[in-house]
């Protein structure tokens, strides 16, 4: 068994994290792209921010950040992130409680997977297998780090001729599968009001931490 | 003394499960490629990769979780939970950013190739025990290449120059291969996460560590674990912060990540 597996778990989670969002990270593609061109594209174009010099200065670190979260945003359904990490639940929120969640799900993940990205040095995305099927489709990538070879594997979606990301698995860990089993706690002992309120103030923890 | 006890039954229980069917993964009809790297710019690569087809249900089959892990020590694992969350604020976070100031992060990647590369044994071990000669041999190849020309382990010599990966087996995995579910989720103070079947594994993995070959004092083999956890968390600083306040039940997280990291480990060979 491995070492010190909490550990290594987290690693797992995320010391990619900033590769993991980023290979998956995307802009308007190319017409007609298939899914893999339009993920790398994305990740050119996310690398390309963290590797600007002139963006790398402590007082721009916001504005850095903040244009990563514009293209991870061109690239993930969030909607549909949010809707299937909800599960069954999803159905039972009015539209209003819907877009709520919508917008809290989309901060907190970008909490968990942006939150490294000062951390990004000189690691080198492998692309290593496209599966399609019609409008869904799987990539398969792996981040080379140092010592470490981290794979990460996209699940992505057609949507109006766009392809969009809608879960991640770094290490085999779905992001998805991962805050559905959390979010499932709280919903059932608390409900949606509880959720909202819990991820409201866990934003607000790592905010002023941060 | 616990470990005395524990060994037997590894090995009943994989004797008993050797009779189960093991359970090969339904793969893909896909076509892996030969990796390649992509830097910032490159879109090369694309055109290579192929679109294939495969059935229907396999699609869903493979993204789909499995069925949550039983925790029927949830009130104790919990307990335990929150004491390895004290242990690491209040001790290993600490020691390891005092340990960060002074030692070179290529050295701490070198120390952490070290530490790797003493789990060799028990990996090739396991590939034996799974049946695959060929990743059992690369084990033993790195072990041998790593402790001589990899200077002891601190660098990865059989990797960079020979190409020689590790298949990163252990005997968890080994119990999985033939069968054995991960039984009921553990939360081991010190240790983390694991599961009844992980946690028998790791005992008997333990059996084939160099600390035990070399009869090292139970002292000295506390001590290298500590060094090594401290080390470890110290190329790993902030990240189980992030993680831990990203989560509304930080425990659920990390015993839904560990199961569906392992269960990874266990599919993909």
């Known amino acids: 068994m491995g070492k010190f597996l909490q550990g290594k778990i987290l690693t797992v989670i995320l010391g990619a994290t900033v590769l993991s969002l980023v290979a998956g990270v995307g802009s308007l593609p190319a ?46 359904d969030f909607r549909e992130m949010a809707r299937s990490s909800l599960g069954q639940s999803w159905n039972s929120l009015s539209p209003a409680e819907q877009e709520k969640f919508v917008g809290l799900f989309t901060s907190l993940v970008e909490e968990r997977y942006i939150g490294k990205i000062d951390s990004y040095t000189d690691q080198k995305v492998v692309y ?60 059932r002992k608390e409900k949606f009001a509880g959720l909202v309120e819990k991820i409201s103030s866990q934003l607000e923890k790592t905010q002023t931490s941060n | 003394m ?32 030969a990796p390649q790297p992509v830097a910032a710019s490159a879109a090369h690569g694309a055109n290579d990769l192929q679109d294939d087809v495969w059935e229907e249900e396999s699609w869903e089959e493979e993204w789909q979780a499995q069925e949550s892990l039983a925790d029927p020590l949830e009130p104790l694992n919990r307990v335990f939970f929150q004491f390895n969350d004290k242990l690491y604020y209040w001790f290993l976070k600490p020691v390891a950013r005092v340990y960060d100031l002074f030692i070179p992060e290529d050295l ?10 003493l789990e060799s044994p028990a990996r090739a071990v396991n590939c034996l025990l799974q049946g695959r ?18 200077v002891a382990g601190f660098g990865d010599a059989a990797r960079d120059v020979a190409g020689l990966r590790s298949s990163q087996e252990d005997l968890g995995q080994t119990l999985a291969h033939y069968g054995a579910g991960g039984g009921f989720f553990i939360m081991w103070p010190f240790l983390g996460p ?47 912060e992030l993680f831990t306040e990203t989560a509304l039940d930080p425990y659920t997280a990390v015993k839904d990540a560990y199961q569906q990291y392992r269960n990874g480990q266990i599919q993909n060979r």
């Open chain 2, 108 to 117: 701490q990647t070198s120390v952490r190739l070290f530490f790797d590369n």
């Open chain 1, 31 to 76: 017409a007609g792209g298939g899914p893999l061109e339009q993920l790398q594209q994305s990740m050119d174009e996310v690398l390309g921010i963290l590797q600007d010099e002139e963006l790398k200065s402590p007082e721009r670190k916001e504005e850095r950040r903040k244009r990563v979260i514009l293209v991870v945003n061109e690239m993930f």
């Open chain 2, 194 to 240: 694991s599961n009844l079947r992980d946690s028998i594994g790791r005992v008997g993995d333990s059996y084939m560590h160099p600390y035990t070959f070399l009869d090292l004092e139970r002292e000295v083999t506390i001590g290298a674990r500590v060094f090594e956890r401290v080390n470890y968390t110290s190329l790993t600083l902030g990240d189980y």
């Open chain 1, 128 to 187: 290593t297998k496209e599966l399609v099927k019609g409008d869904r489709a799987m990539i398969y990538t792996s981040i080379v780090d140092k010592d470490l070879d981290i794979p990460i594997v996209y699940r992505l979606q057609k949507e109006n001729g766009r392809w969009l990301a809608v879960d991640l698995k770094i290490e085999n860990v779905s992001l998805v599968v991962n805050y559905r089993r959390d979010f499932d706690v709280i919903m």
């Open chain 2, 133 to 150: 000669v060929r990743d059992s041999s690369v084990e033993v190849a790195r072990f041998l290449l790593n402790s001589t020309i990899g």
């Open chain 2, 2 to 33: 616990l470990k005395r006890n524990f060994f037997p039954s590894a090995g009943l229980v994989l004797s008993l499960l050797l009779i189960l069917f093991p359970a090969p993964v339904a793969a893909a009809a896909t076509t892996d490629l």
